[in-house]
């Protein structure tokens, strides 16, 4: 009769409860399919043809009551998620700001999920906690952040923006905010953002209930960077208003251009009016790392805090954002919240640490032991030229449009984002003599026309992007951030646009 605390023996070699010997199968299995996927990439279709329907019918719909083996559902796995999937690891995907997910993160999300930790606090997880504060310590010395700044690990960049406004908005406002909320307040706070800002800022202000209409906008100048004129125009507008300028946003890329703020000039702004510096390096960040652009983010370690997201230009797999803040006693009176269920008992300053004293989450998975585990296998040095490569490929395709004489660019690259549109030569040469009314109507059926030619694009499954709008104009947008990607990739994007384009009927009303 088996012991009253053992698994019985019906449960021995369970899917549930599977012996040592069934794992390593069952590994062996995973880890081929893994192989053969990251090997096979580059031939792979980038986006699959299909739809919702034709993938609901590859998926068995019924809700299992019995158990299937590891080899059928792995099977299943493949045919119906693979290969109807859209593949983010490819070469040449550009869509969005997507990386491919590095190999070795793959294994380091395995482990952390057999290990299990709930990063809450040092009780928790004493050796992941610790080696999450090891690795955000790495991230600051990498950013060039302040030395004495801490942070931590998050679901993404919304998360992060979110929870440097909520910290903005504890220093800049009253005690009573958090007991009694913005009816406490006496004046309505605003916050400044430029055009080219990520819509999770004004997100987070409506949660945290500052309001949308509290974010002001301030326009862009000609490389899409907030202009400092306006910048100041809008705060002494608001001052003599009676209101309560509290927070201004700088881009370290924007997602949209990667045009990246004169962090400079945007923190001198704050000192002046009192204003937290918080700067959304979602993006661009980790390009501080590569020699060519490291200027652009000279006095990022003035910024009170900083959204990172390790899951970009890390190449890691998601979910893996990162806040820091230059003086975290500041987070801690923002975030820090006594109960009972969450007291520490008979520790040490240092053991009865909490991660979650400094952010909005409670329950954490282990996001630090990818993060270390890629820091560690692959090294600085590797990510910087990684980086630097990314941004030379899109330099290279820069060079080629303007090279070229049946496409424009329509916003600079600064990073490794770029923003063109497909111009046909007798569409370029009607813009050239046409009065106002007619080069409209010769823009909007360019719009159109390169709106259907990013459909067709997608479709095709050789290269992919996505979309932006430029100046009022529908513009083709790709971002490089994948370290298998060549500047021989960029001419086949352009090879590939013009393949697709000669399916398109294209007609000229001028």
Not at 91 to 99: C, E, K, L, S, W
Request: charged letters at 25%; one cysteine or more; a neutral charge.
């Amino acid at each position: 009769m088996a012991a009253k605390d053992s698994p019985s023996n019906s449960d021995r070699g369970s899917s549930l409860d599977p012996s040592a010997e069934e794992i390593r199968r069952w590994g062996n299995a995973a880890i081929k399919a893994m192989a053969d996927y990251h090997g096979s990439i580059r031939e792979r279709r980038l986006y699959p043809q299909t739809t919702a329907h034709q993938i609901r019918e590859r998926l068995e719909r019924a809700l299992p009551a019995e158990g299937s083996d590891f080899e059928t559902v792995l099977a299943t796995f493949q045919d119906a998620i693979v290969d109807l999937s859209r593949h983010n690891a490819h070469p040449r995907m550009f869509g969005y700001v997507q990386a491919p997910g590095a190999a070795i993160a793959a294994f380091a999300d395995l482990l952390a999920s057999m290990l299990n930790a709930n990063l809450t606090a040092w009780r928790s997880a004493p050796a992941a906690v610790e080696l999450e504060r090891l690795t955000i310590n790495w991230i600051t010395k990498m950013l060039g952040y302040d030395r004495n700044s801490a942070g931590l690990f998050v679901s993404g960049g919304s998360t992060a923006n979110l929870a440097a406004l909520a910290a903005a908005r504890r220093a800049k406002a009253s005690e009573e905010l958090l007991s009694k909320g913005v009816r406490s307040l006496p004046q309505e706070m605003r916050v400044y953002v430029s055009e080219e800002t990520h819509h999770s800022v004004a997100k987070a202000a409506a949660l945290l209930g500052i309001g949308r209409e509290n974010v002001r906008i301030v326009r862009v100048d000609e490389r899409f960077k907030i202009r400092i004129d306006d910048l100041v125009a809008k705060i002494d507008e608001d001052l003599k208003a009676g209101h309560l300028p509290f927070c201004v946003v700088a881009n370290a890329g924007t997602v949209m251009t990667g045009a990246v703020d004169p962090l400079a000039e945007m923190s001198g702004i704050a000192q002046q009016f009192n204003l937290w510096m918080h700067v959304d390096a979602c993006y661009g960040g980790f390009a501080a790392m590569a020699k060519s652009v490291r200027p652009l983010f000279h006095s990022i370690d003035k910024a009170d805090s900083v959204a990172l997201d390790p899951h970009k230009w890390l190449y890691l797999p998601v979910d893996c954002g990162c806040i820091l803040y230059r003086a975290p006693e500041t987070a801690r009176a923002t975030f820090a919240h006594e109960a009972e269920y969450t007291r520490v008992i008979a520790q040490e300053a240092e053991e009865a640490f909490a991660f979650w004293d400094y952010g909005p989450e409670l329950s954490r998975r282990f996001r630090a032991l990818k993060v270390w585990m890629l820091l560690k296998s692959v090294g600085v040095r590797t990510l910087s030229k990684a980086i630097e490569k990314d941004l030379a490929c899109a330099r290279h395709f820069e060079q080629l449009v303007q090279a070229s004489d049946d496409f424009e660019m329509l916003a600079p690259v600064e990073l490794s984002i770029f923003c063109f549109r497909h111009l046909p030569v007798r569409m370029k040469q009607a813009l050239a003599s046409a009065n106002e009314n007619t080069r409209r109507q010769v823009n909007e059926e360019l719009d159109s026309m390169n709106e259907r030619l990013l459909v067709e694009l997608q479709r095709d499954g050789s290269s992919y992007l996505s979309n932006a709008l430029i100046h009022g104009r529908f513009a083709l947008r790709g971002c490089v951030m994948n370290y298998r990607t060549t500047s021989h990739d960029m001419e086949i994007l352009l090879n590939d646009l013009r393949r697709v384009a000669r399916r398109l009927k294209v007609k000229v009303s001028v």
